[in-house]
């Protein structure tokens, strides 16, 4: 795998899986890791976003982060409005 290049959720799921069948065959992690194409610090942060997860859980989770980070930037975007109306209404423009 090319140096920086991000996987989709499902891949790293997948990758996951892929290192711990190594893993279970007595390899150690950096040579599942070597194997696997990825980094062993890639693994240590998959496993903490991902771990247990399955392929469809892990695209459902970015998905809802994705549509949390929108909401929250509407929340914000709202009380900044709601901020200058107040101050409109109170005379201070």
Known sequence: MPKGVRLKPEQAVAKLREIEVK???GKDVLTACREAGV???SHCRWRREYGGLKVD???RLKQL????ARLKRLVGELHLEKAVLADVARGNF
């Not at 982060?65 to 949390?68: A, D, H, L, S």
């Open 57 to 59: 859980q892990a695209r």
């Open 23 to 25: 893993l279970s065959q």
């Open 65 to 68: 982060e994705k549509e949390n």
């Open 39 to 41: 980094t062993d610090k």
